[in-house]
């Protein structure tokens, strides 16, 4: 996934594009580049590596007021000076930067070479670029929508052209664009992040749309030129919810929001005294919803292991079938959808391409499909049939850690929203969002745990392999544990139910080995507590994650991390924090890039 920014108006650009694609580098960071135009020319400057290393290159008192900029995450082609973007056609007159994956790239390539057009960079955007080029006679727009009919893929583009100077030419498929709107002057940007700086006014561009910008006009029209009318609407997040707030990290910042975050999420959809949830966003279609026989739940990574923590939940509350489905898996299975399918897809970005081809893949077999979705406007979002967002926040960090225990809130709110329609007593439903209510307030509590959290990753960064066991709803959250070790401190890990132990696993524990076991009051709780014996007995090292007040597990567990007690189907909410925190500083250890990790993007928008 990559980052893309342009600007036209009456403001120097390159200021503008610089704080834009700082905002944007979380996206992706492997190469960086801006194109300033004016009626001169094009003016290009690109290089690998980090922003700040192209920030070093770049003129600080260009003039311009009309460019575009792009942090990149690579796709076709290393990352190298000559594979950044943007890229430019043969005359130089034309720039693209583009955010997907054009996928007959090769076959356009060879037309286009035997056409006389040379190479330099091995990157399909070049293609892009260049095709564009061929087609120009002088009308930009015209150009980009002749050359888009020959694409197949996903892109996010923006286009400059120096005999255009004031132009902007914009195109979505597959990767989002969204436009803010000033005074006299609009930003093109792949997310808010780096728009609202200077407005929260914006434009969503959708899929199959191209948008025509210029410092005082944007007009919308899908690619066959048919215009679309445009909705200028109100970006929920401010300024400060996107910047750190005085934390080392984004992650640390988002660990600690979780309350917070928690409390917005609930807020207004829960009615203690009346026992029942309101969630607007389902209503239009909840009698379907209500009769429902059967659910899928798809997703990807964390966003999949609170899908997981959903299955649960929807089979114990709803007592409807539930399975949960990988996104990449279920959209080329030849799934069956029959009546009364429900199609859940979670995704905190709503941009996730697996996820969105999951949900289109389901549509299409008639299902109702709902999203649980973090990005208001985001393509998963607007392409589901009901939702519910988790209104947590912008999540800049790429480990997800206020979007799984959003998602997993969401998920339970959805469930008793179901239940309470279906089979749930009044009492049960009053009870449980009793208990649900309690969390954010449970969390501020449980973050001193940072302290012990902190001593585990110091006593074990060293060891190369760790091992987590959970079972019933904590199964799910020894996986999304694992996950969080893996993709920030590189350290293996791998997240097992903990009665799966003995069926091979076990061959794997050395003497000293940390093995994470989430060993909470439950009905499951004796038999953890065997798996614990099993691996203490062959020189594991246990590190417990128990309710308070347990005072059996101590006797067990080389180091303890007490978690509030609460109903046994809302502990994923508490016992994922030291998780979140053990991985946190095990990479701040391992001295990893805790909020950019290596190969890593925030949100996966290839396949
Ligand atoms: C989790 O920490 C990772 N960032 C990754 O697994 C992520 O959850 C996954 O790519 C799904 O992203 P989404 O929720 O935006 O769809």
Redesign the pocket.
Known sequence: MCGIVGYVGSRPALPILVEGLRRLEYRGYDSAGVALVDETGVSVTKTAGRFHVLEQLLDANAAHTHGIGHTRWATHGAPTNINAHPHTDCSGRIAVIHNGIIENDRALRTYLEQQGVSFRSETDTEVLAQLIGKFYEGDLEQAVRRALRDVSGTYGIAVVCSDEPDVIVAARKGSPLIIGVGKGEHILASDAAAILAHTTQVVYVDDGEMAHITPDTLRLTTLDAIPVPQKVEEVEWSLEQIELAGYEHFMLKEIFEQPDALENCLRGRIDLRAGTVHLGGLEERSRELIRTKRIILT?????WHAALVGEYLFEELVRVPTETEYASEFRYRNPIIDDGTVVIA???????TD?QAALREAKQRGALVLGVVNVVGSTIARETDIGVYLHVGPEIG???TK?FTGQVAVLALIACYLGRRKHMSPAAATQFITALSKIPEQMRGLLNVAAEAKEVAEKYVERNNWLYLGRGYDYPVALEGA??LK?ISYIHAEGLPAAEMKHGPIALITEGMPVVCIATAGSQYEKILSNVSEVRSRGGSIVAIATEGDDKIGLLADHVLYVPDTLESLQPLLTVIPLQLIAYHAAVLRGCNVDKPRN?A???TVE
């Open positions: 997703a990807c990574g964390t966003a979670v995704s905190q970005s709503g941009e996730t996820t790429v480990a997800s979007a996950l969080k993709e890593l925030k949100s996966v």
